[in-house]
């Protein structure tokens, strides 16, 4: 069995301090005191904009005072979810490498990169049957020819070209079998490329596994359904502010314990409720659920 690795979606949430990190602590230590109780985190802030190399070098600095530790990198909305769109994959491939060689090729080089994450569109499609899209992205030309499957081979080989464990998470529904299942077209797609499947657990997709890549990729975004089919551009924070229970993780830790028996690599796992240090307290639950043992910082009392 290969180990899993839990942590969050970001570490740098102001709500979080009197929560997880100390009252006074300084935005500037969140990064070390987050590595002092998890070895994994989701970058999310590279989905909205590329980060400076002082802001990369910044993150490799603190990250290579620790052992063991690992950034996971969410590949920017400009990529997945514009030039994702185009009739052209030229755009979107040269974007990722120039995404790659800003923050995945340094934090490769240093030892620090686990995952990347490509977050499809919830409008992109297996068919290509595209009837709207979000208002709030640039106006794109969207050909029906530049979506489906044929798009997804495209993905899956431009990531298979550069660092990391490549991981796709699909969002809508005609990715999906009468069994709630992925596509058995995507799923041979995704396995000839070394992909991983985006396992989540949340209101708008089905929990879904398949054999597709030597590693896993699992997100935990709560349960709120209330808020999350609330509507509203932007998707309201709201939809994030969920804690989970005991039981309900406990009803996930046999789930996770066979994916990672069915891999030779980690199982990184990552919670998305961030409101209020709820992802943290959550990792930190399902991290003594699975017997992962406490982290080397002091939580006494956190959960």
Known sequence: MSGIKIGNSGWSYRDWVGNFYPKGQRSSRFLSRYFTHFDTVEINTTFYDIPGRSMVE????????FDGKEFCVKVPRTISHILCMKESPSDMIR?????????????????????????????????????YRMKSEPK??????????QRLVDVCAMMAERPGEAAVEFRNSSWLDERSALLPEAVDILRAHGTALVTVD???????YADTSRHNYVRFHGRN???WFKGGEPPSPARYDYLYTREELIGRKDDLLVMSSRVDRETRVFFNNHPRGQAPRNALMLMELLGLGRTTGSLDGFY
């Open 202 to 208: 949340g209101p708008s997709f089905p929990w879904m």
């Open 58 to 65: 910044g993150w490799i600095k603190e990250a290579s005072r």
């Open 140 to 149: 794109v030309p969207l050909p029906e020819y530049a979506l489906g499957k």
């Open 225 to 227: 359904r209330e808020a």
């Open 95 to 131: 974007a990722y490498g120039e995404f790659s060689e800003a923050v995945l090729d340094p934090m490769n080089d240093a030892g620090l990169l686990g995952a990347v994450l490509f977050q499809a569109s919830p409008y992109f499609t297996f068919r290509g049957d595209i009837k």
